[in-house]
C-alpha cells in the first residue's frame, strides 16, 4: 500500500493535521481502535484562549510556572499567540463553545490559572471539537480513515522515514508507504493500573523511537490528575472529575470532611497534597464536596459527570464523592521541533506523542488541546512547503522482515518493557543529578 501522508492516530491531533493539508493529496489516517476511542474525546475540562494582549504575560507565566520553568519559551509562545486562529478555525467548523447572553464566549478557569481563559462545551469539550473535526474529515474525498489498525514498526532506511508496517483487523501484517509520516498515537496511559486514558493507548510511538534511536524528550514527566472518581475495581478506567469543576468551588476534605488544602494548586503540586492526606487518614481516597455549586451550575457545566456519578450512586447536589489521583497525562514523548519535525526525515510527532518542549514537567490544565492543534497545523503546513517525492520506489517489500512481528503479543510486551526502563532510567538520572 502507499499514500502521500499516512497519519497514526485519529484524536483531534491527527485529524487537525490531516484537515490542513492539500485537498490534493493522498491522506491516510489509521487508528488502533474505534474512531471514538482518542483520549481526545475524554477531554471535559476545556481549551485555553488568549482573551486579549493584557493576558500575555499572565497566561504565559501561568503555562511556565505549571512546567516548573522546564517549557521551551518558543514553544509556549507560539502557542499562546497560535490560539484565537485555531479558536476561528474551531468555531467555523461548528464546534459549539459556551456563549454569554449577549453571544460573547464563555470563559472558566481551572487549577494553575491566574484568570478566567477556558473555553467549554459543557464537560465534554473534547468530544465537541473531536467529533466535529472528525466529521469534517470524513467528508474530505482525499482523506481516507482506517479503525482497528495498529502501527508495529516504521519502515526506516538511512535515517529517513518510509512509512509504517501495520496489522488490520484481519492480523494482516502489511507496510504502508509514505512520502511523509505522523506519529500521533496518544500517551503511554495503558502501561499503567489506574489511569484516565483508554487501555489501548501504550506509547506505541515512543516504542518505535526507541527502536529506531529517533530523539526523545522528558519520557520520565508523567502527569498524575489529582481528581479521579475512586472506584474498587482495578481495571477499570478512572473517571476523570475534571478541573473545571474545582475552578467552580469544589473543594476537598479529609476523612473528618474537614478542607486541607487549596483546590487550585497545580495538579502535581495538589496531587502530592492529595496522596499526604490520604496516607495521614490511612485511606484509599479523600472526599470531593460540589455542594457549594449552585445546581443549574452542574447540571448546565458538568451534565456529563453528574450523570456517571449518579450511575455510580452518588447524588453530587447533596453529598460527597470519594476521588483519588490517576495517571492522567505524558508531557514527554518524541521530541519534536516547532514545526514537529523530529530527528528522523520525513517523520513527524503531534499531539501527546510529542514533545515539542511547551509543557514542561508539568501540564497546565486546559493547555493539551490547545498544543495539539497548534503544532498539528503547523506540521501540516511545513509537508505542504516540503517536497513531497522522497525515492520511495528504493524501498521494496521484500526488505521487510514481517515474521519478526507475527508474535504481536511479545512485541507489544517488548515495546511495554523498553518504554518503562527508559522511564525508570531517566527517574534515578534525575535523582542522582539533584543530589
Not at 466529521?135 to 532506511?157: F, G, H, Q, S
Not at 483546590?263 to 490511612?282: A, F, W
Not at 520506489?393 to 507489544?412: C, R
Request: contains cysteine; hydrophobic residues 35%; proline residues 3%.
Amino acid at each position: 500500500m502507499k499514500t502521500d501522508i499516512l497519519i497514526i492516530g485519529a484524536g483531534c491531533a491527527g485529524l487537525y493535521c490531516a484537515l490542513h493539508l492539500p485537498k490534493d493529496r493522498e491522506i491516510l489516517l489509521i487508528t488502533k481502535d474505534k474512531l471514538e476511542h482518542s483520549d481526545s474525546f475524554l477531554a471535559q475540562g476545556g481549551i485555553c484562549m488568549l482573551k486579549d494582549e493584557s493576558d500575555y504575560e499572565s497566561y504565559y507565566n501561568d503555562t511556565m510556572r505549571a512546567g516548573h520553568y522546564e517549557n521551551n519559551p518558543r514553544s509556549v509562545e507560539v502557542m499562546i499567540r497560535s490560539s484565537q486562529d485555531v479558536i476561528e478555525d474551531l468555531i467555523g467548523c461548528g464546534v459549539d463553545f459556551k456563549r454569554e447572553a449577549d453571544g460573547s464566549l464563555c470563559f472558566t478557569r481551572e487549577g494553575g490559572h491566574s484568570a478566567k481563559r477556558i473555553l467549554f462545551h459543557e464537560d465534554i469539550t473534547g468530544e465537541e471539537i473531536t467529533g466535529r473535526l472528525l466529521a469534517e474529515a470524513k467528508r474530505r474525498p482525499n482523506i481516507k480513515i482506517v479503525e482497528y489498525c495498529t502501527m508495529l514498526d516504521l519502515i526506516c532506511k538511512d535515517g529517513v522515514c518510509y512509512g509504517a508496517v501495520v496489522c488490520d483487523r484481519q492480523e494482516k501484517i502489511f507496510p504502508i508507504k509514505a512520502s511523509f509520516t505522523v506519529l500521533a498515537c496518544g500517551g503511554i496511559g495503558g502501561l499503567y493500573r489506574h489511569t484516565t486514558n483508554y487501555r489501548h493507548l501504550t506509547g506505541d510511538g515512543v516504542a518505535v523511537a526507541l527502536k529506531h534511536g529517533i530523539a526523545l524528550e522528558h519520557v520520565n514527566y508523567v502527569q498524575i490528575h489529582p481528581t479521579t472518581l475512586y472506584s474498587e475495581e482495578p481495571q477499570e478506567k478512572s473517571f476523570l472529575i475534571s478541573e473545571s469543576v474545582r475552578g467552580e468551588g469544589a473543594v476537598l476534605y479529609n476523612s473528618r470532611k474537614e478542607r486541607f488544602v487549596n483546590e487550585l494548586l497545580p495538579r502535581d503540586v495538589l496531587t502530592q497534597k492529595i496522596y499526604d492526606q490520604m496516607q495521614k487518614d490511612d485511606m484509599p481516597y479523600v472526599w470531593l464536596s460540589m455542594e457549594h455549586i449552585p445546581a443549574e451550575e452542574l447540571n448546565g457545566h458538568f451534565p456529563n459527570i453528574v450523570k456517571h456519578c449518579r450511575e455510580k450512586g452518588y447524588d453530587v447536589f447533596h453529598e460527597c464523592i470519594p476521588v483519588v489521583p490517576a495517571q492522567h497525562y505524558f508531557m514527554g514523548g518524541v521530541k519534536a521541533d516547532l514545526n514537529a519535525r523530529t530527528s528522523m526525515d520525513r517523520l513527524f510527532a503531534v499531539g501527546e506523542t510529542a514533545c515539542n518542549g511547551v509543557h514542561g514537567k508539568n501540564r497546565l490544565a486546559s493547555n493539551s488541546l490547545l498544543e495539539s492543534l497548534v503544532f498539528a497545523k503547523r506540521a501540516a503546513q511545513e509537508m505542504t512547503r516540503s517536497e513531497f517525492d522522497c525515492k520511495m520506489e528504493e524501498i521494496s517489500v521484500k526488505d521487510m522482515e514481517v515474521s519478526a512481528y507475527q508474535n504481536l503479543e511479545a512485541l507489544a510486551e517488548k515495546y511495554k518493557t523498553n518504554i518503562l526502563k527508559e522511564i525508570e532510567r531517566l527517574n534515578k538520572l534525575c535523582m542522582i543529578q539533584s543530589q
